[in-house]
Every structure is written in C-alpha cells, then in structure tokens.
C-alpha cells in the first residue's frame, strides 16, 4: 500500500516561492501517476497539478499556469511543486495523491483521484 508524506509548507509572502514535496513508499512509484491538490479554507479540494508516471506529460491548473511547475522523481520516489509568484488566494492545505496505472498519462478529475491515495497535506500561506 502506497504512502505519501508531504512537506516544505509554510508562510512567505506574496511574491515569494515555496517547494513542496511529497514522498512516496511501499509501492512501485514509477507505476503511479501523481498530482497536487488544494483545499483553502472554506472551499472545496481542487485540482492543481497533475503528472504522469514517467513524467513525459503534466497538466496544471489555470490559476497556477505559468506560476507552478510539477515534477518527480522516480528514481528517488519523490513528486516535487515547485511554487512560483505566489498569490494569497495560494493559502491553502495541499495534498499529493497517486493512483497506479499502467497508462502514461494525466488524468485531472476529482472522481479519479478520489479513488487514489492522499497523503496528510501540508498547509501553505501566503501574508499581503
């Protein structure tokens, strides 16, 4: 059963960068396709980003393009966002979750990753 444990949350201000991390263990991470969620206060989960198992196609949210850049690391079984320009609608807690597959693709519905592993989430908040 795969695990996932996210880190390198924290505060920093609008403008900043931030990266986070989320490391996988107990499962094959190459078999698996990744991605970032986020949940601010008050709201529902969102999608942010998404990768695939080799890391050959990402896709990302629109109020993250250009700002965001999602990434792994297969042979360290680590999935990585790094976090650019950030904006205070950025707060929030974010989630990495997997699902094994054996298609190299993305997949960017909740109802998919509903059915995939989470990992504790990591809180993220950008101050004025």
């Known amino acids: 059963q795969v695990q996932l444990v996210e880190s390198g949350g924290g505060s920093v201000q609008t403008g900043g960068s931030m990266r986070l991390s989320c490391a996988a263990s107990?499962?094959?991470?190459?078999?698996?396709?990744m991605a970032w969620f986020r949940q601010a206060p008050g709201k529902e989960r969102e999608f942010v980003a998404v990768?695939?198992?080799?890391?050959?196609?990402?896709r990302s949210a629109d109020s993250v393009k250009g700002r965001f850049t999602i990434s792994r690391d297969n042979a360290n079984n680590m999935m990585y966002l790094q976090m650019n320009s950030l904006k205070p609608e950025d707060t929030a807690v974010y989630y990495c979750a997997a699902r094994s597959t054996i298609y190299d693709r993305t997949w960017t519905e909740n109802a998919y990753w509903g059915q995939g592993t989470w990992g504790q989430g990591t809180l993220v908040t950008i101050s004025e």
């Open positions: 107990g499962g094959t991470f190459s078999n698996l396709a």
């Open positions: 990768i695939s198992r080799t890391g050959s196609f990402t």
